[in-house]
């Protein structure tokens, strides 16, 4: 301010003593006050030589020039006697930058984003920018009540030193989102379509209940995506303001909605401008249909499955084309003009992100190759693949028109790393284990080439392990894994009253079967030591002591759904052949199955799934041990106590476990109406199965092969504890000598 206040005398001087100023002319320049910038450089600024005559205009010009250095904090030019005085006062130069009160952001995240550096000068435009960035900070961290004040001391040697005293303030919270001009949808419903969420005491271990404009801004365009997935062709959100108050402490969050009248789809056609289309392709991939409520996503989706089942038939040059046309009655009729597009080669992939992982890594999960016919599907699919490497928070495929070809695009492959080891220490409950710990320490791109090495070591009231794993997902630079495994446990069954304690290795080699298949192939070699309990089973007793295992296995599994963790569409199916002969004690062959489906049902509120679990395993000229039988209840069959099903001593009450078994659970998955970002939701199941047929040498026991059925409801929830299950079920089928339990959960995870 100081400074704009003598430029401006300047100014007012120089307009009204131009005639005085230049009654004579000048001839000389004197500079005085300067002190660690020399003459010569200050003429330099000015553009002028000592000998150099100056003209009216050029002083105007001349102050201006030595204003814009930022060297001075006063600038006066005087005129005596044919000279041309120049007085300047110079800038501080910055001794040191500290920082105080900081807490939450720490010095080394702070002082790199300050431009101001130990020697520069010191200007008070130049702290004010840094303030702003440090303020900045705090805001992007929702701490929009922190204030810095800087704080200059003046040294010796027109030195400064330049402290930011910080009071961080709390994480501004949003104290509440309103909604107005909705009438179709509550607050309620509305709340759970946004990312932007209102500050609760669950949400202490994440980030929820935080401020963030950039989010808000985004939840205004989800709100916008929601009501048109919702029929609401002409909804609009005009306005998502947050407003803080006094304190900056809280924010209250208003959406203005304007719905507009909702839709519906009507006439649902195609028109095939394109060659070698059939019409069953078309329509095989058109769920959509005359009476349905309009949806953004769903007529989205109808264009990409349109477009993946069209190249599939071997027609890769195709342009799907949604035309809409409104009608009368609230109606949306929909035409798809199937067209020829432009033949496009694929010239470039260019990977980009990947600072520590390899791009070969990359590279092999693509679909696609410079010089492919240029294929959306493949392009989805392999963004799929490279996600499901678990070393990248996103990944972005894109593609651009190249430059160096006609009727080509580079492939843009855009990823962000994340942390890919870790050490962990998890812990839990459940009415089936007790309370259970696990210590673990892995690495998932060794040295950036995908390699996992992982150390476990888990202790339970039922069981003791450690195992350490090493797997190569490209052995031999193929697209096969190599997986190896040292291992030592202790299993506890109480209900057949036994110890089994193991140790021993395996070796497993995976390799694709198609585009979603994948086979294995693995070997186990195992060292048994059964232990029996003080009046167990006499069928267990006799199968005490040592033996040795050694089993060739062949797996198979063909996926296809869209989530392996939490799948909510697709299905799969997978199977396991056991081969023990090849050496050790034991002979037999274990066959073991499973599959499942999923959909997504009542515009995809609900999830259903069926899954069905079997297994037998048949004796090769001997008894099948009880170590090597299958036991079902609890988790794999809810409703009963774990081994609660199958073939049981009637002496001593043991279960014997069975060499066949089948289940099937059909099960619906819904939201509670709940927020988001608690993480809960409900599911309602049934489970039919038995389990019955063992070898023995004993004869009073029971086996019975008739149906079990069980029924139930529960709830999952993904608290900030780790997930928790809670069931409440009942047996309608069952037999007497069956153990059930109608209610049991599980609480935390191992990891």
């Known amino acids: 301010m100081k400074k704009n206040i003598k430029y401006l005398i300047f100014l007012f001087f120089l307009f009204f003593n131009t005639n005085i100023l230049f009654s004579n002319e000048i001839k000389n320049i004197e500079i005085k006050g300067n002190q660690r910038i020399d003459e010569e450089t200050i003429f330099t600024y000015l553009n002028l030589s000592k000998e150099k005559k100056i003209k009216e205009e050029d002083l105007n010009v001349l102050f ?107 994480i501004s919270k949003i104290q509440s989102i309103k909604f107005l001009g909705n009438e179709f949808f509550s607050d309620r419903k509305l709340k759970g379509e946004v990312m932007i969420s209102e500050s609760r005491w669950w949400k202490i271990l994440s980030s929820g209940g935080k401020y963030d404009p950039d989010i808000l801004n985004f939840d205004k365009e989800n709100l916008r995506k929601f009501y048109a997935n919702e029929g609401f062709v002409d909804a609009d959100i005009s306005l998502a303001k947050g407003e803080v108050n006094l304190e900056r402490e809280r924010f209250f969050i208003t959406f203005v909605v304007s719905e507009g009248e909702r839709y519906k789809f009507g006439n649902i056609s195609a028109t095939i401008k394109a060659k070698g289309i059939s019409k069953k392709t078309i329509l095989d991939a058109i769920s959509i249909s005359d009476g349905d409520w309009f949806s953004a996503k769903r007529l989205d989706d109808t264009v990409i499955r349109l477009t993946e089942n069209i190249m599939s038939d071997g027609q890769p040059f195709v342009a799907v084309v949604p035309k809409l046309n409104r009608t009368d009655k609230n109606k949306v009729n929909v035409n798809f003009d199937i067209l020829p597009a432009p033949k496009k080669y694929i010239d470039r992939i260019i990977i980009s992100g990947n600072t520590r992982t390899l791009d070969k890594v990359i590279r092999r999960k693509l679909r696609f190759a410079e010089g492919d016919a240029f294929n959306r599907s493949l392009i989805r699919r392999s963004k799929t693949l490279v996600t499901n490497l678990g070393h990248f928070a996103n990944v972005e495929i894109q593609n651009k028109e190249s430059i160096s070809e006609i009727n080509a695009v580079d492939i843009s492959v855009q990823v962000q790393e994340q942390s890919t080891g870790s050490f962990s220490i998890g812990g839990g409950f459940s009415s089936a284990n007790g309370a259970q710990a696990s210590l673990g320490i892995s690495e998932n791109n060794l040295m950036g080439k995908s390699q996992k090495l992982r150390f476990n070591l888990l202790t339970s009231e039922r069981e003791n392990r450690a195992d350490i794993s090493f797997t190569e997902p490209f052995f031999l630079n193929r697209d096969i894994s190599f997986k190896s495994d040292i291992f030592t446990t202790v299993q506890e069954f109480t209900e057949s009253k036994y110890d089994n304690e193991k140790e021993g290795l395996g070796i497993t080699i995976g390799y694709n079967n198609g585009e979603y298949g994948r086979q294995s192939v693995g070997y186990l070699l195992e060292k048994r030591n059964i232990v029996a309990y003080s009046g167990a089973s006499a069928s267990v007793e006799a199968e005490s002591g040592d033996t040795i295992l050694s089993l060739v296995s062949l797996g198979n599994r063909f996926d296809k759904t869209d989530n392996r963790l939490d799948p909510s569409d697709g299905w799969f199916v997978s199977n396991n052949i056991g081969l023990a002969g090849v050496g050790g004690d034991k002979k037999y062959i274990k066959l073991t199955g499973k599959a499942a489906t999923f959909k997504k049902l009542f515009q995809e509120k609900y999830t259903f799934s069926l899954t069905g679990n079997t297994g037998y395993i048949i004796g090769l000229d001997q008894n099948i041990e009880i170590s090597d039988r299958f036991f079902i209840g609890n988790n794999s069959f809810v409703g009963f106590q774990n081994a609660g099903i199958g073939p049981r001593d009637k002496n001593t009450d043991d279960s014997l476990g069975g060499n066949f078994y089948y289940t099937a659970t059909p099960e619906i998955k819904f939201d509670l109406g709940l927020p988001k970002e608690l993480g809960i939701r409900a599911r309602l199941f049934s489970t039919i199965g038995t389990l019955s047929v063992i070898d023995t040498n004993i004869s009073n026991y029971y086996d019975n092969s008739g149906l079990r059925v069980t029924a139930g409801t529960g709830i999952l929830w993904q608290s900030p504890f780790g997930p928790i299950r809670l069931d409440y079920s009942y047996a309608f089928l069952k037999e007497n000598y069956d153990k059930t339990e109608t209610f049991s959960f599980n609480v935390g995870s191992l990891f």
Request: aromatic residues 10%; negative net charge; proline residues 5%.
């Open 64 to 170: 201006k020039d030595l204003f814009a250095t930022d060297l001075f904090s006063e600038i006066i030019f005087r005129i005596t006697d044919n000279t041309l005085f120049i007085e300047l006062e110079e800038n501080p130069i910055v001794n040191r930058i500290a920082l105080e009160g900081n807490k939450y952001l720490k010095d080394d995240e702070l002082l790199p984003e300050i431009f101001l550096n130990p020697r520069d000068v010191f200007t008070k435009n130049k702290i004010k920018e840094n303030l702003q960035r440090i303020l900045a900070m705090y805001r992007a961290g929702g701490r929009y009540a922190a204030v810095v004040e800087p704080k200059i001391i003046y040294l010796e040697q027109n030195r400064v030193d330049v402290v930011f005293e910080i009071n961080e303030g709390p």
